[in-house]
Nanobody, 130 residues
Framework: QVQVVESGGAVVQAGEALTLSCSVSGLSFDDETMGWFRQTPRKDREAVSCLSLTGLYTYDADSVQGRFTISRDNAQLTVTLPMRLLNPEDTATYSC???????????????????????WGQGPPVTVSS
């Protein structure tokens, strides 16, 4: 059984930092494109930061470039997302995704949302107050 479990969601002040973590079990982690997505009641789920199988190709949404830095540990089966300089627009529910099928976006790889084979975590909420 595939399990994707996130941790690290919190309420923080604007300008502060926060790190989200994701641990995965029940799948071949080395074969999975990993990523963090976020969603709010007003916006569809969007890819935030994603990392290819080997970690060579990184996707970052324009809104988080220079502030979020995704990394993966294939030995520990974990993905982390250190986030800095948070602002209220970063407030969302963040979900970790693992997929053996990816979309090619901006010269990088993003776990696909087109197929049910993608595994999702429950999503920790992140609230950034001004």
């Amino acid at each position: 059984q595939v399990q994707v479990v996130e941790s690290g969601g919190a309420v923080v002040q604007a300008g502060e930092a926060l790190t989200l973590s994701c641990s995965v079990s029940g799948l071949s982690f080395d074969d999975e494109t990993m990523g963090w997505f976020r969603q709010t009641p007003r916006k569809d789920r969007e890819a935030v930061s994603c990392l290819s199988l080997t970690g060579l190709y990184t996707y970052d949404a324009d809104s988080v470039q220079g502030r979020f830095t995704i990394s993966r540990d294939n030995a520990q089966l974990t993905v982390t997302l250190p986030m800095r300089l948070l602002n209220p627009e970063d407030t969302a529910t963040y979900s970790c995704a693992a997929s053996s099928i990816h979309d090619y976006v901006a010269d990088a790889y993003v776990p696909t949302q087109r197929y049910e084979s993608t595994s999702w975590g429950q999503g920790p909420p992140v609230t950034v107050s001004s």
